[in-house]
T-cell receptor
Framework: EDQVTQSPEALRLQEGESSSLNCSYT??????LFWYRQDPGKGPEFLFT???AGEEKEKERLKATLTKKESFLHITAPKPEDSATYLC???????????FGTGTQLKVEL | KAGVTQTPRYLIKTRGQQVTLSCSPI?????VSWYQQTPGQGLQFLFE???????NKGNFPGRFSGRQFSNSRSEMNVSTLELGDSALYLC????????????FGPGTRLTVL
């Protein structure tokens, strides 16, 4: 059974204080690893998909990396508007089924 | 391009009733997946439909069912509602040409009393 674990559960940063969120996974046959951002009361917003170890993708202040066992979401010089829950999910097998971690709740303060 | 839409946005039902939720995917997307999100369990996969056929199914009881129409719109139904069915129900759509991007709707908040 696919398992995804995210850490920390919650993270509080000062504006400009860079940090990383971790997503470790145990799967058989990874097709893709997804990162989403979710604001309260809204659906998850797609950020990145990574496919193979060593791959990196960037978007504004966010950079996602992938190894054979985990993925990191690096947040550089965060701003208060980056506050959200960040979700990691893995896709295995056929079709579009995603197995999600429980998320990291990020709060960025002035 | 319009995003994924879900109706209704909020719903209140009582135990034993049944409910139908609707999802309209992004135009051109043929895959629709449904998820249940609760504070305790997080996001859990319910099922996926592609071209009107169920392609994947999660570990939920048979009270949860779904279908997809020829225009790719999808509905999910929950019969004999239980208190534990209170959750945010999300649908996600993806296209056959960009299967690696799944876009979520805003969800339907179901409260069972």
């Amino acid at each position: 059974e696919d398992q995804v674990t995210q850490s920390p559960e919650a993270l509080r940063l000062q504006e400009g204080e860079s940090s990383s969120l971790n997503c470790s996974y145990t799967v058989s046959g990874l097709r893709g690893l997804f990162w989403y951002r979710q604001d309260p009361g809204k659906g998850p917003e797609f950020l990145f998909t990574l496919y193979s170890a060593g791959e990196e993708k960037e978007k504004e202040r966010l950079k996602a990396t992938l190894t054979k066992k985990e993925s990191f979401l690096h947040i550089t010089a965060p701003k208060p508007e980056d506050s959200a829950t960040y979700l990691c999910a893995v896709q295995t097998g056929g079709g579009n089924k995603l197995t999600f971690g429980t998320g990291t709740q990020l709060k960025v303060e002035l | 391009k319009a995003g994924v839409t879900q109706t209704p946005r909020y719903l209140i039902k009582t135990r034993g009733q049944q409910v139908t939720l609707s999802c309209s995917p992004i135009s051109g997307h043929r895959s629709v997946s449904w998820y249940q999100q609760t504070p305790g369990q997080g996001l859990q996969f319910l099922f996926e439909y592609f071209s009107e056929t169920q392609r994947n199914k999660g570990n939920f009881p048979g009270r949860f069912s779904g279908r997809q129409f020829s225009n790719s719109r999808s509905e999910m139904n929950v019969s004999t509602l239980e208190l534990g069915d209170s959750a945010l129900y999300l649908c996600a759509s993806s296209s056959t040409t960009s299967w690696d991007e799944q876009f979520f709707g805003p969800g339907t908040r179901l409260t069972v009393l």
